[in-house]
């Protein structure tokens, strides 16, 4: 699959996961640098907001926009991935102001991007995806932006999490 980052075409490291697949295992990094499995992140609802770099505009909006969501959702485990060092995140929320959201930093394994199939491998940037999934990290609901420099369908994917509990 190709995407399209700066203007040009971007291959993806592999075929994305597919809705009703389990996202592959991965391991990311979180604030305090600990590293966590993918297991332990999934929660009955899970949203996983994916950015390729936190430092940008797009993503930053993303960012702030999903933070500012979650207060609605308390059943809802939400996390955003990027390929920034844990010390960039860190800066970066201090910076917005961002409190709630948990950052988790694929940068040094990649593994989330690899496995899950949306690392740009001649940038090391995964793609700008949206990812929900049940318990059992099966994936209900995916959004990976073609022009990676738009914004994801927020209201689509906070309408899906809606109908989640019904």
Known sequence: MQVQFGGEDRELAAEPTEV???LP???LHKADD???KSADLF???TLISVVPNINTSVCSLQTKRFNSEMDKYPDVAFYTVS???VEEQKDWCAAEGVKNMEMLSDAEEQSF???VGVLMPALDFDARSIWITDGSGKVLYREILQNQHEEPNYQAAL???KGMGK
């Open 83 to 85: 390929t920034n060092t």
């Open 43 to 45: 929660k009955d609802k």
């Open 113 to 115: 991007g690899r496995n």
């Open 159 to 161: 309408a899906f999490l």
């Open 25 to 27: 295992e991965f391991t």
């Open 34 to 36: 600990s590293r966590v």
């Open 20 to 22: 009703g697949q389990e």
